[in-house]
């Protein structure tokens, strides 16, 4: 059965300084993945997704994803984070012809100044 | 922004009582979800629909049911409701045949408390 792991509940970093969300996956087959995130009192924003091809993948905001298939993993990056970066993140995997999305449990990023 | 709209948006409710949530969509998509978020849970699918009276039970649908009569609107109803059906309910809407394809739009939530 799909599933995700973020084994990061709760990150603080300081404005400024890089940011690396985890994410590890479990799938039989090629996954499809994705990063979603949201914002206090609001719905989830995708900020990226990963189908096929380069491993790296560019998102909105600044974001960026790398899909390592021997680690399973699609860990979330971003060089240097802004104090509007905070928010909950959401790591889901799906697979082709499905229906449905299987998050995770989300990390909660702080920003502090 | 996609024009999803959820009512309420908050609701304090008895055990017992039947609740409705509603999802109500501009973009005339063609799928809709209903989601439920709980902590150290993430999302989890209650039910979906693609196409008008066409649904299905997603992965905690117990305990919940859907309508859809119109294009625009989604319904979750929880028919006598329990403390732990607390929770906050996200509607997403897609308009294509696969989850992959295109980017599910989310609405803005609904925290529903039952007491």
């Known amino acids: 059965a799909q599933s995700v792991t973020q084994p990061d509940i709760h990150i603080t970093v300081s404005e400024g300084a890089s940011l690396e969300l985890r994410c590890n996956y479990s799938?039989?087959?090629?996954?499809?993945l994705f990063w979603y995130v949201q914002s206090p009192g609001q719905g989830l924003q995708l900020l990226l997704k990963?189908?096929?091809?380069?491993?790296l993948v560019q998102g909105i905001k600044g974001f960026e994803a790398e899909f390592k298939r021997s680690q399973s993993s699609f860990n979330l990056r971003k060089p240097s984070v802004h104090w509007s970066d905070a928010a909950e993140y959401f790591c889901?995997?799906?697979?082709?012809?499905?229906?449905?999305?299987?998050f995770g449990t989300g990390t909660r990023l702080t920003v502090i100044p | 922004d996609a024009g999803i709209t959820q009512s309420p948006r908050h609701k304090v409710t008895e055990t017992g009582t039947p609740v409705t949530l509603r999802c109500h969509q501009t973009?005339?998509?063609?799928?809709m979800y209903w989601y439920r978020q709980d902590p150290g849970h993430g999302l989890r699918l209650i039910h979906y629909?693609?196409?008008?009276?066409?649904?299905d039970k997603g992965e905690v649908s117990d305990g919940y049911s859907v309508s859809r009569s119109k294009t625009e609107d989604f319904l979750l109803t929880l028919e006598s409701a329990t403390s732990s059906q607390t929770s906050v309910y996200f509607c997403?809407?897609?308009?294509?045949?696969?989850?992959?394809?295109?980017?599910?739009?989310f609405g803005q939530g609904t925290r529903l408390t039952v007491v």
């Open positions: 629909s693609y196409g008008v009276k066409d649904t």
């Open positions: 889901a995997v799906g697979d082709k012809g499905a229906n449905n999305l299987f």
């Open positions: 990963y189908f096929s091809g380069d491993t």
């Open positions: 799938y039989g087959a090629t996954p499809y």
């Open positions: 997403a809407i897609r308009d294509s045949d696969t989850i992959l394809d295109t980017e599910a739009f």
């Open positions: 973009e005339n998509h063609r799928y």
